[in-house]
């Protein structure tokens, strides 16, 4: 079984750093891009970028170029996104989320983590 | 970005009714198209991708149409444990986006 999960709910300050992971099992974890979404209290998603970690080929949505980084480490299978320097406007549920693709272009994402919720207050 | 459309936000229904969501994209995506449900305290799970193809594991109940710009979620036949947020997302285009979802509640 696909599985991917995601480390726990943390507090931090304005200004911390921060890496959350995405553990994963059940597949090959090189072949497959890992994709960050972060979901703002009572908000949608919004797609912040991927990792594709058979190259470390990663690309990430304009709105959050520059923000955050995502990582992987091949050997413990698992994905990462970090930030140096968190704001109040960081607090939200971030997924993280297999992307299974087509060789015709086709995409979805599957399975999701459980996602890990994210508070930074003063 | 690709702007998705749900409607409605939410809605109210009973145990056994016909349900429909509609997603509009503001440009051609073809059938680039994915719909995901998300419960409380949960992540999100894949139901229909490809416009109209059911997830593995995905009760028959749920069934998705269209192309292009106009998209559709059914469930047939609302049961208990449908009671979720649905949301389409397109992946036409990178940022993948997606709609602001639909609430759905039963009766």
């Known amino acids: 079984e696909v599985q991917l999960v995601q480390s726990g709910a943390v507090v931090k300050k304005p200004g911390d750093s921060l890496k959350i992971s995405c553990q994963t099992s059940?597949?090959?974890?090189?072949?497959?891009?890992i994709a960050w979404v972060r979901q703002m209290p009572g908000k949608g998603l919004e797609w912040m970028g991927i990792?594709?970690?058979?190259?470390?080929?990663?690309r990430y949505s304009p709105s959050f170029q520059g923000q955050v980084t995502i990582s992987a480490d091949n050997s413990l299978k698992t994905a990462y996104l970090q930030w140096s320097s968190l704001k109040a406007s960081d607090t939200a549920l971030y997924y993280c989320?297999?992307?299974?693709?087509?060789?015709?272009?086709?995409?979805?994402?599957?399975?999701w983590g459980q996602g890990t919720q994210v508070t930074v207050s003063s | 970005d690709i702007q998705m459309t749900q409607s409605p936000s939410s809605l109210s229904a009973s145990v056994g009714d016909r349900v429909t969501i509609t997603c509009r994209a503001s440009?051609?995506?073809?059938?680039?198209l994915n719909w995901y449900q998300q419960k409380p305290g949960k992540g999100p799970k894949l139901l229909i991708y490809?416009?109209?193809s059911l997830q593995s594991g995905v009760p028959s109940t749920f069934s998705g149409s269209g192309s292009g710009t106009d998209f559709t979620l059914t469930i047939s036949s609302l049961q208990p444990e449908d009671s979720a947020t649905y949301y389409c997302?397109?992946?036409?285009?990178?940022?993948?986006?997606f709609g602001g979802g639909t609430t759905v509640e039963i009766k």
């Open positions: 440009q051609n995506i073809g059938t680039y």
């Open positions: 059940g597949y090959n974890f090189a072949d497959f891009w």
């Open positions: 989320a297999r992307r299974v693709r087509y060789s015709s272009g086709w995409d979805w994402m599957d399975p």
């Open positions: 997302q397109q992946s036409h285009t990178t940022p993948p986006t």
């Open positions: 490809v416009a109209s």
């Open positions: 990792i594709y970690p058979g190259d470390s080929d990663t």
